[in-house]
C-alpha cells in the first residue's frame, strides 16, 4: 500500500478579531483582519475560508480582499445559491480568479436550516435546495468554459443567450467544494463536486463516508473529490498541558453559550430544538456515546456549542495531534482545516508547532516509502492525566 504524502492546510478568515472564548464585533475589524490574513501566510496556511451567514461580512468582498493581501493564500468563498444567480456567480468567481492569478475556489452551501434559509428569503425545502445546488453547479461551469453563447430553461433557473462568460484566470472551471451528510448531499456531492467535506468525526466513519462518496463519483463516470475534513485542535506542549487547556475552553464554551453570548458568532450559532441538518445531529451523536475517540478526537466542545458548526476537536501535544492529523490523511483526507478557540494566537501555534510536523513525516514517507516515528501507539484513554481531569471538570460542572 502507497502511503499519503500530500495534504493542503485551510483556516477560516476572522473578519472582526476575537474567538468563541472573547467574542469580539461581528462587524469587520480591517486591522485585526489584516493582522490575520498576514498570520495566515507566514503560518503556511494553503487556504482560507471565507465564511457566509445572513449576519455576517460579504464573503465575496472578504475574498477578494485576501486575494489582494497574501501572495500564496487561496481563498474560498463560502456561497449559498439562493443568495446570487448562478451566472453573476460564475462571473465574480472568475474576476476573484483573474485578480488572485488563478487562486480562487468556492465552497457551495445548500442550507442547512430551513430558520436560517427564511433570513434571506428562501423558502424551498431542504431536497430542493440541493436540487438547485445541481442545477448551480452545471451553470458555474458552463459560464467559465462555454465558448459560445447559451440558453437555458431548468427547473430553477432560465435565461437565453448568455455569453461566452467572463474567463477565469486559467480558463478552466474553478474548484467546487460541497458538503453535508444527508442523502441529497451525497448525491449531489458525489456526481458533480471537486472537494468534499467533513466534519471531524470518528476515524472508522470519515472513511467509511470517504468511501460512500468515491463510490458515487465512481458510479458517475465523475473524479473522485479530494477530501477536506474539519478539526479544532486544543494544543500545548505535552498531553497533560493540552488536557487542562482543553477543560479550560469547555468551560468557557458552555458559559458563553449559556448566557446566549456564543450566538454571535457566525461560525457556532446553536438552533432552538436542535439543529435541523444532519452534519450536527452526527456530531451530537457521537459526543452523546463517548468524549474520546481514537487518537485524540474530543467530543464535548460540539455538545457544548450545539455542533453549530465543525466544532469537534483534536487535544494533545504537538506531536499527538499532528500524529492524528495524519491519520486522517491516511484515511483519505488531502485537505485538512484546523481553526482554534483562540483566535490568531492558534494561527500562529499551528504555523509554528503542527504544520511543519505534518510537513516533515509526509517528506519522509515521500523520500522513504515508510512511515516514520510520529505516528507510534499512543496511550489514549490510559492516559492518567485525562482521569484526573475529567474528575476535575465533572465537579466544577456539578
Do not use: C
Not at 258 to 273: E, H, K, L, N
Not at 301 to 312: I, P
Request: a negative charge.
Amino acid at each position: 500500500m502507497t502511503l499519503p504524502t500530500k495534504v493542503e492546510f485551510v483556516s477560516a478568515t476572522n473578519y472582526s478579531g476575537g474567538s468563541e472564548l472573547e467574542p469580539a464585533s461581528t462587524g469587520v475589524d480591517v486591522t485585526a483582519y489584516r493582522e490575520y490574513v498576514a498570520a495566515l501566510e507566514e503560518a503556511g496556511f494553503d487556504y482560507t475560508l471565507n465564511g457566509y451567514s445572513s449576519a455576517s461580512a460579504d464573503s465575496f468582498i472578504v475574498a477578494t480582499a485576501t486575494s489582494q493581501l497574501t501572495e500564496r493564500v487561496k481563498p474560498i468563498v463560502a456561497l449559498r445559491p439562493n443568495t446570487e444567480h448562478p451566472l453573476l456567480a460564475a462571473q465574480k468567481l472568475a474576476t476573484l480568479d483573474q485578480l488572485s492569478q488563478g487562486r480562487a475556489v468556492v465552497h457551495l452551501i445548500s442550507g442547512g436550516s430551513d430558520a436560517e434559509q427564511a433570513r434571506t428569503g428562501d423558502y424551498l425545502p431542504k431536497p430542493r435546495r440541493y436540487a438547485r445546488t445541481s442545477e448551480y453547479i452545471d451553470l458555474l461551469r458552463r459560464a467559465w468554459t462555454e465558448p459560445a453563447p447559451f440558453s437555458f430553461d431548468g427547473e430553477f433557473y432560465k435565461f437565453d443567450d448568455f455569453g461566452p462568460g467572463f474567463r477565469t484566470h486559467s480558463g478552466e472551471a474553478i474548484p467546487i467544494s460541497i458538503g453535508g451528510q444527508s442523502e441529497e448531499a451525497f448525491e449531489v456531492g458525489g456526481t458533480k463536486a471537486d472537494w468534499f467535506t467533513f466534519w471531524g468525526e470518528p476515524l472508522a466513519e470519515v472513511r467509511r463516508e470517504i468511501d460512500r462518496v468515491h463510490a458515487i463519483a465512481d458510479a458517475a463516470g465523475r473524479p473522485r473529490q479530494r477530501i477536506w475534513v474539519t478539526f479544532r485542535p486544543i494544543i500545548a506542549e505535552t498531553d497533560e498541558l493540552a488536557w487542562e487547556r482543553a477543560y479550560d475552553i469547555l468551560g468557557a464554551l458552555t458559559e458563553q453559550f449559556a448566557r446566549g453570548a456564543g450566538a454571535t458568532q457566525r461560525f457556532t450559532r446553536p438552533v432552538p430544538g436542535g439543529p435541523q441538518n444532519r452534519g450536527s445531529q452526527r456530531a451530537l451523536e457521537f459526543a452523546g456515546e463517548s468524549e474520546r475517540y481514537d487518537r485524540a478526537l474530543w467530543t464535548p466542545t460540539a455538545a457544548a456549542s450545539g455542533a453549530g458548526g465543525a466544532s469537534t476537536a483534536l487535544v494533545g501535544s504537538y506531536e499527538t495531534v499532528a500524529a492524528a492529523i495524519l491519520d486522517y490523511i491516511d484515511a483519505g483526507a488531502d485537505i485538512v482545516s484546523i481553526r482554534g478557540y483562540d483566535g490568531i494566537e492558534d494561527v500562529r501555534k499551528y504555523g509554528e508547532h503542527i504544520l511543519p510536523l505534518v510537513r516533515a513525516e509526509l517528506a519522509h514517507r515521500e523520500a522513504t516509502g515508510q512511515r516514520g516515528s510520529l505516528q507510534a501507539d499512543h496511550p489514549g484513554y490510559a492516559d492518567p492525566a485525562f482521569g484526573a481531569l475529567a474528575d476535575r471538570a465533572a465537579a466544577a460542572t456539578a
